[in-house]
């Protein structure tokens, strides 16, 4: 097994079985990656390929998503997700490491940030604020409003979510078909995501608790941003790295929110030298 190829490993964490997807050796310093809303863990293979020879990297399908169980009653908080980034990094047995977040992702990465746990080396934040654009939000809810349940084929599936991820090469469609869904027993194409996550009518935790976690955190951290995010605004982002204890601004240009798959190239060179710095790097 080479240094990039991806294994499948499981974490318990309140009752659920959970899906980590893993590159690099295991005594290199450790990288946690976690996803967007609709996103999984394979989200990051390009980056995590790029990065697999200096770190350990692990992929977190967060509850809900992927090859990860679907959360009983809902339960989807912001609290659950720090419950299981934490039994990640305990049954992992982490003791230096990085978090690297996405959007929800990013959100979840914060908040346990926040707690100022032992180990915490570097805190990445990707396209992921206090505060979001009412654009980007309207986006977003229009898109969950409109997903099927389902699908009769792949090319359906691909017709439906080309359109929503236009800055994404073949190879993120195509990782996109394979971790977002699977076929059932009449033949369709159902959602590996519980329905439960497409409910239009989410809602962000309230501004002042993620400024407020900002302010606890305690390692370095780098703002991400794409140049041409809906999402996350300029002047949000500039704030957010004056209000981090330290912190450094990134803008990736060329992509939009979802900026891991819209130019991998950009993220992966803004985003490395700093975990080699703030983290340091093994080399395989």
């Given amino acids: 097994m080479t240094a990039m190829s991806a294994r499948s490993t499981h974490i318990t964490s ?8 893993e590159w690099g050796a295991e005594d290199l310093p450790a990288v946690v990656l976690l996803h967007g809303l609709r996103a999984y863990g394979h ?20 509850r809900g998503r992927g090859g990860s169980d679907w959360a009983p009653a809902g339960r989807y908080t912001t609290d659950d997700y720090v419950a299981d980034i934490a039994a990640l990094i305990e049954q992992k047995q982490l003791k230096r490491y990085a ?5 929800m992702g990013g959100t979840n990465a914060l908040n346990y940030a ?12 990707v396209d992921s604020a206090p505060e ?8 977003i809810r229009e898109e969950l409003g409109r997903t099927p349940g389902s699908f009769a084929t792949k090319d ?5 979510l080309g359109p929503l991820h236009r800055r994404a090469g073949a190879r993120s469609l195509a990782t996109r078909l394979e971790w977002m869904l699977r076929q059932d027993a009449q033949g ?5 995501i519980d329905p439960n996550i497409f409910d239009p009518r989410m809602t962000p935790d309230p501004p002042e608790r993620s400024w407020n976690a900002i302010r606890n955190v305690a390692c370095p951290a780098l703002i991400v941003r794409g140049s041409d995010s809906d999402l996350v605004t300029a002047e949000c982002a500039d704030r957010m790295a004056a209000e ?9 240009p060329d992509a939009g929110h979802m900026v891991v798959e819209d130019n991998p190239k950009a993220f992966t060179a803004a985003v490395l030298p700093f975990l080699e710095r703030t983290l340091g790097a093994g080399q395989r």
Avoid: K, T, Y
């Fill in 14 to 21: 309140r009752g659920l079985s959970l899906h980590v997807v």
């Fill in 43 to 62: 989200w990051f293979e390009e980056f995590a390929e790029a990065a697999a020879a200096r770190f350990h990297l692990l992929a977190l399908d967060q």
């Fill in 99 to 103: 978090l690297v977040g996405h959007s």
């Fill in 114 to 125: 926040a707690g100022c746990p032992a180990g915490l080396a570097a805190l990445v934040i």
């Fill in 132 to 139: 979001l654009d009412p654009r980007g939000l309207a986006r």
């Fill in 156 to 160: 359906e599936a691909l017709a439906f």
């Fill in 188 to 192: 369709r194409w159902q959602w590996r």
């Fill in 244 to 252: 981090f204890r330290q912190a450094s601004r990134a803008e990736i």
